[in-house]
Structures are given as structure tokens and as C-alpha cells.
């Protein structure tokens, strides 16, 4: 036989062998436990793993709880044992599924109660891992086969473990989360090699008849959620306000007072008639504004201040197209008995606030403060309508950062419009008490503004204030000083 000859000999014993050698999907029909047991394997990986970034400590439970759905699903009509642990994964995807949902809403539970929810949850995946391996027994004793090994004792042992490491010292230490991870991934490896063992088991397999595909159940549920975390995001974080078409002032007098020391006809339309008392007597107004314009290259501009420097003019602003941007004033409205008035004006010239927005005042007085009010004003049909600012609270509020923990008051409240309204502004007005030793000072607002309603996890609008790594997040800062000050810089 020539060289050429004994080529086409060997190509064709090599095709004839590859004609007989089973393919991955013939393997995997003979072995019917395979993929179910893979699928329980993978979502048990999945449903133990905690990576916080990226929304992975949402996404991968929740691919996890339906992986293993799908495994029981299939394994269901072959015994008791293995009908319980399918039991266990609907109420498990419908508890990762309510908890996906609630995790937009402030309606997730806290505290001791989700630590007993925590707690529970544990204990039904410890049933449903017991409930699999009294199955999986069964069926090798009725295929009169011995297990080689059993990973999911060893599955059960680590939950066992796990839940008496959290209430122990050592729950936030490496010394212990390092060995407990490598024996989990043991454990998730054994578990795949399980689907091989049973395949001598095959023929003891009873196929569970199923309405919707693997596909259809997969994206239903994540889609499901997702639809109901979006519709949720919207209803939360769009306040309803408690509007009104705006009334006819009074107060003309106190209003041309006002007026006469220089505060804008702009900001005394919108005033109420008991604010506008509280500034009775009122006799040195000084502003400070300032453009805050919303986006990853969030910035501020100056445009006037009087505090400073009241010899420059106001600056006209350039808004950047696209961005939502608000001009952020503070007017100085000095009183007798020295009290110094602070009203904070937030009025959008380009974009809204519509999904939650929040703020929160500060002030240095030594002395304390008394919130007045504040409200919220729009056009809309051409009607002016204005509203009280939802939650707005004077609140102790304490903030840890890179210097210490610090504890103070803060006027809190959230800011949301109608969809369509038009020229949003609002304000809010509260009173320093000062003497004659306190003479300047200054005072602030941080600003969150939410271009969309999705926030997962949920943060109140006033939480949302405290960040400081959000380019979401500006302050708008000023100074003011008394006519005693004034007076001696004079002089």
C-alpha cells in the first residue's frame, strides 16, 4: 500500500470512528440528571456569592433563585423529597423576587425584622439542600448504585457554619471568610460532578411536564421585576403635591418695604402673607446667587454677591445647553432685635425637578433658628399654583466624615413638580436669632438633584443630601453680616 493510499485509509477509519462517538447532547439525553443538578449547582453558586458593585447583589440572587427553579421543576415527579425542594424554590423566587421589588421602595423591611427574614430564608435553603439529598439517596437506592461522595451534607454544613459565624467576633474577618469561601467553591464544584455520578441512574428518571419553556420562565421573572421596580421607582420618587391655584396677596405694605430695600418683585409674588409678616420691620436685604448646573461635569457659577463683594455687578449666566440648571438664591433680610431672616430661592431656568428631589439648609448661629415656611410655585394652563414643600422638617442630623462625627440641625425637605409645569421655583425662609457679639456668619444648601426615578437601593431624598462623591449633589454657600459689621468695616 503506497504512502497516499494508507492517508485515505486512516481519514477514513477516523471518519468512521467520529460517526460512532456520541455527541455532548446524545450524553446528556442518556443522562437526565445532568442538567437539572448543574442548574441546582449554578444557582446555589450564584444565590452564595456577594459582589456589591454593578447591582450584582441583586442581579446574581436573583438568576440564582430561578436556576434553581428550573432544576426542580425538572426534577419534581420523582419522589416526595424532590417535590418539597421544588416547593421551596417557587417560595424562594417569590421571596427574591418581592425583595428585588421592595428594594426601590422604603418599604423594605429593616432591623430585627430583616434579620429574621434573613434568618428564614437561610433555614428554607437548608430544608430544600436536605430535601435534594433525601431525593438523591432514594434514587440511588432504588438504582442500586452507591454516591461516591455527598456534597450537599457538606452544602448544609457550610449554611450551619455561616449562620453561627454571623452572631460570632469573627464575622467581619478575613481569617474566617477566606476558608469558608474555598470550601463553598469545593462544594459547588462537587456539586457539578454529582450530575455525572447519577448517570448510571438515568433510567430511574420520571420527565416532569412543564407549560413554559427555560427561556420564557428565565426572562419572565427578571423582566417581571425589572417592570415592577421601574413602575414602583416612578410612584415613589414622584411626590404628590398638595397644590392650589395661588391666592391674592395682602400684606401690600410690608411687600413695598421689602421692595424699597431691594428684594425682587419676582421673589415677593411668591411669598405668602405670613412670611412676608415675618419680615416686618425688615430694614437691609443682601443676595447672593449662585448657577448650579446638574450632569457628570456638575458646576457652579457665581453671579451676584452683596455679602462679598457689593460693589460688583451681577454676572449674566451662560446656561450650557442640555443641563439642568437652577439658580440657587440666598437673600439677607436683616431684622430688629438681631435677628437676620434667611430666604433660600431655588428657581430652575432650565430642566425640572420631578423624581424626588431633596435639600438641606444649614446655618453656624450659635443661637438657633425658627423655620417660617416655604413653598413651591409653578405655571401651569397658565395658571400659577403653589404647593407647601413635602416633608420639610428641621431635623438633628449627624454626619461622619475624614474630620469626625458631627451632630446638628438641618432644614430638610423634598422638591418635586407636576410633569409640564412650568418656571419651577420655590422657597424656604427661617429666622437666626444673633447679638451684638455675633455680627457674620454664613450658611448653606445642599442640593440633590435626581434626573430619573430609578435608585437602587433606596435612599430618602434627604439622605441623598448628605453624599458628597455625587456629581448629583452641589451646595450652595454664602456669607452675611450684620449693620454692626458693616458699620465698623466702614469706619
Request: proline share 6%.
Amino acid at each position: 500500500m503506497t504512502g497516499p493510499e494508507r492517508d485515505e485509509f486512516d481519514r477514513m477509519i477516523e471518519q468512521e470512528i467520529a460517526d460512532t462517538i456520541p455527541t455532548q447532547g446524545v450524553v446528556d439525553e442518556v443522562n437526565p440528571w445532568h442538567e437539572p443538578i448543574d442548574r441546582i449547582a449554578g444557582g446555589l453558586a450564584l444565590t452564595g456569592i456577594t459582589l456589591n458593585f454593578l447591582y450584582l447583589q441583586y442581579l446574581l440572587p436573583a438568576v440564582g433563585v430561578v436556576l434553581q427553579y428550573l432544576g426542580f421543576r425538572a426534577l419534581r415527579r420523582n419522589g416526595a423529597a424532590f417535590r418539597l425542594a421544588w416547593a421551596l424554590s417557587v417560595v424562594r423566587l417569590v421571596w427574591v423576587g418581592a425583595f428585588l421589588v421592595l428594594s426601590v421602595t422604603p418599604w423594605l423591611p429593616t432591623g430585627n425584622l430583616d434579620i429574621g427574614l434573613g434568618l428564614a430564608g437561610m433555614g428554607i435553603q437548608i430544608v430544600q439542600m436536605l430535601a435534594l439529598r433525601a431525593g438523591l439517596r432514594q434514587v440511588c437506592r432504588t438504582a442500586d448504585i452507591e454516591p461516591k461522595s455527598d456534597p450537599l451534607k457538606a452544602a448544609v454544613c457550610w449554611e450551619g457554619f455561616i449562620l453561627v459565624l454571623a452572631f460570632s467576633p469573627l464575622a467581619h474577618s478575613w481569617l474566617a471568610a477566606i476558608p469558608m469561601l474555598i470550601a463553598f467553591v469545593c462544594i459547588v464544584r462537587a456539586l457539578f460532578r454529582l450530575g455525572e455520578a447519577m448517570g448510571e441512574a438515568g433510567y430511574c428518571f420520571t420527565a416532569a411536564p412543564v407549560r413554559l419553556n427555560t427561556s420564557a420562565v428565565r426572562w419572565g421573572f427578571l423582566g417581571g421585576c425589572l417592570l415592577l421596580m421601574l413602575a414602583l421607582s416612578v410612584c415613589v420618587n414622584h411626590p404628590r403635591l398638595d397644590a392650589a391655584p395661588m391666592e391674592e396677596h395682602g400684606e401690600a405694605e410690608i411687600r413695598q418695604q421689602l421692595a424699597d430695600l431691594g428684594l425682587p418683585d419676582e421673589v415677593l409674588a411668591d411669598l405668602k402673607d405670613e412670611d412676608v409678616r415675618a419680615l416686618d420691620g425688615a430694614f437691609h436685604v443682601a443676595c447672593c446667587a449662585e448657577m448650579l448646573a446638574f450632569g457628570p461635569d456638575a458646576q457652579s457659577m457665581t453671579l451676584c454677591d452683596q455679602t462679598n463683594a457689593p460693589e460688583r455687578a451681577p454676572i449674566e449666566p451662560e446656561i450650557s445647553p442640555g443641563k439642568d440648571t437652577m439658580i440657587a438664591s440666598t437673600y439677607y433680610i436683616e431684622l430688629p432685635e438681631y435677628r437676620m431672616a434667611v430666604l433660600h430661592r431655588l428657581a430652575w431656568v432650565q430642566g425640572s425637578a420631578y423624581w424626588g428631589d431633596a435639600f438641606s439648609a444649614f446655618e453656624d448661629s450659635d443661637y438657633g433658628y425658627d423655620l417660617i415656611g416655604g413653598r413651591l410655585v409653578y405655571e401651569k394652563r397658565r395658571q400659577t399654583y403653589a404647593a407647601p414643600i413635602p416633608d420639610l422638617a428641621d431635623n438633628t442630623v449627624t454626619t461622619t466624615n475624614m474630620f469626625g462625627t458631627y451632630t446638628s440641625n438641618q432644614i430638610s425637605g423634598v422638591i418635586s413638580y407636576p410633569l409640564g409645569a412650568d418656571n419651577p421655583r420655590g422657597y424656604m425662609l427661617y429666622v437666626m436669632q444673633l447679638d451684638e457679639n455675633r455680627v457674620f456668619g454664613a450658611t448653606g444648601i445642599n442640593y440633590y438633584h435626581a434626573s430619573q426615578p430609578f435608585c437602587l437601593p433606596y435612599r430618602t431624598p434627604r439622605d441623598r443630601t448628605l453624599g458628597w462623591n455625587d456629581h448629583a449633589r452641589l451646595q450652595h454657600y454664602s456669607n452675611f453680616n450684620t449693620q454692626l459689621e458693616r458699620s465698623a468695616a466702614e469706619a
